[in-house]
């Protein structure tokens, strides 16, 4: 059997990995691929791997005698009962030290899982989120490694080559790529970066609703604003391109290709999770839990035609000054977008307490500032915050952020009841807005929420004249008895 000659190898040649291994390639390393459809191997090495530095294998026994040793494995498959196949057919052909990587939108609790099995075979395993899509994965993904940290300095160079470049803090270019944490925390990380990209996509199309609705911007029109927008504080990846889909023409129609797209949005999964992290860890995400539902409830597309012409609404009323109400929507988009964010960091940091881990909050900034579907130059200032005062609590507290809340917020709110009042529905902003309300409000009326869990439950409450800490149970009828509970919930 030849020696090998392969500075890593990649399992799953569809369109990431396919990108991926070329951007590998491009950075000076010989790649070994291998799909489970081998018939791809041989017409990727015959197409775009022609004449590159690429080892084409039939199966995982050539595939892995194929990489130099440690040997490292990455895998593009699938998430779920795929990757467990795939570790299944590779793991008893490697050998202590080797690395397997799982490149996928992987649930962070089955990377956690994985790791404990890999390191009972003497295996070391990573979990590494992989942003950027198509184009990314080719010129520079964003990349968020965890897991075994032992295998970080082997695989180091490799990501780091292929990763995107962003300029930090102090102006000098590092990678976005850097080790994240233990067990499932690369994953984790992705897993938020991908329920923040749900919540800038909603606000984006609400924008979009309110001022197609309410301006009557018209497709070229909308595709000068977010131009515009894209010079501005809301400079990023997402704006750019959605300037660029108001921009093009249907080949077919001749008219902007957006107005004949059908309103029925789908998901692959990551912002559940995310929400269900939330849920877990009793974290308020509620924007992103309202863009994951804005996708369930456009999905309901002949229920919600069939509902039009019999649920009432009141008239559209076009607003009489459309650049102040763009600049409005602007303000309003840009003030819901930092809520996102102090959201997700606020998640991230409530499950790095409880799984024990240590996110470098800051570092995962830099790591999205390039190559990844959310970034934009807005997060240059979340380091930077993080950089000033790593216990930040929450983004919304930072001086910066705070200032900038202020100085939105007056059109936040105009834009707001605007849509409320014309009946257009903006559920992510709406709950943006109600999130830093509720924030910023040092007596919420969950006073009389413990009243009522403890007359129906006796599940007693706090006093503002007692200690914290003290609870205290009301005999609220006079029928019941002075039994308090500490376990029962209704």
Not at 49 to 67: L, Q, R
Not at 173 to 202: L, R, S, T
Not at 459 to 484: C, I, L, S
Request: with cysteine; charged share 20%; net charge neutral.
């Amino acid at each position: 059997m030849p020696s090998p000659t392969a500075d890593i190898g990649l399992i799953g040649l569809a369109v990431m990995g396919e990108n991926l291994v070329l951007n590998m390639e491009s950075r000076g390393y010989t790649v070994a691929v291998y799909n489970r459809t081998t018939a791809r191997v041989d017409e990727f090495i015959a197409g775009r791997g022609k004449g590159k530095k690429f080892v084409g294998a039939h199966s995982p026994k050539e595939f892995v005698a194929s990489i130099k040793r440690p040997r490292k494995v990455m895998m593009l498959v699938k998430a779920g009962q795929p990757v467990d196949d795939t570790i299944a057919q590779i793991a008893p052909l490697l050998e202590p030290g080797d690395i397997l990587i799982d490149g996928g939108n992987t649930h962070f609790p089955d990377t956690t899982r994985r790791m404990k099995e890999a390191n009972a075979r003497g295996l070391l395993y990573v979990g590494t989120g992989v942003s950027g899509g198509e184009e990314g994965a080719l010129k520079g993904p964003s990349i968020m490694p965890g897991g075994d940290a032992k295998a970080w300095p082997e695989i180091k160079p490799i990501f780091q080559a292929i990763a995107a470049r962003a300029k930090d803090t102090s102006g000098a270019e590092a990678p976005c790529c850097d080790w994240v944490g233990p067990e499932g925390a690369g994953h984790f990380v992705k897993m938020v970066h991908n329920g923040i990209e749900y919540g800038d996509m909603q606000l984006i199309c609400e924008s979009y609703h309110i001022l197609k609705d309410l301006c009557g911007l018209t497709p070229a029109e909308l595709q000068k604003v977010f131009a515009k927008w894209n010079t501005g504080v809301l400079d990023s990846y997402l704006i750019e391109i959605t300037a660029d889909i108001f921009g093009y023409t249907d080949p077919e129609t001749g008219k902007p290709l957006v107005d004949f797209i059908l309103d029925k949005a789908g998901q692959k999964g990551t912002g559940k999770w995310t929400v269900d992290a939330a849920t877990e860890n009793g974290v308020p995400l509620t924007l992103i839990a309202e863009a994951v539902f804005a996708r369930c409830l456009s999905a309901q597309k002949d229920e919600r035609t069939a509902a039009a012409p019999l649920l009432a609404g009141p008239p559209v009323q076009k607003v009489s000054d459309r650049d102040q109400f763009v600049a409005d929507v602007e303000m309003a988009l840009y003030a819901s977008k930092i809520v996102s964010y102090a959201q997700g960091y606020a998640l991230m940091a409530a499950q790095a307490k409880e799984s024990k881990w240590e996110l470098n909050n800051g570092g995962i900034a830099l790591m999205w500032r390039g190559g990844c579907i959310i970034r934009s130059a807005f997060l240059g200032k979340i380091k930077a915050a993080f950089d000033s005062n790593p216990k930040l609590v929450n983004l919304l507290v930072d001086p910066y952020f705070a200032g900038e809340l202020g100085r939105a917020q007056h059109g936040w709110r105009r834009a707001i009841a605007a849509g409320v009042t014309n009946g257009i529905p903006l559920p992510a902003m709406a709950s943006a807005l109600a999130y830093y309300d509720g924030y910023r409000t040092a007596r919420l009326p969950a006073n009389l929420l413990q009243a009522q869990r403890d007359y129906f439950g006796a599940h007693t409450y706090e006093r503002t004249d007692k200690p914290r800490g003290q609870f205290f149970h009301t005999n609220w009828t006079g029928r019941g008895g002075t039994t308090a509970s500490t376990t029962y919930n209704a």
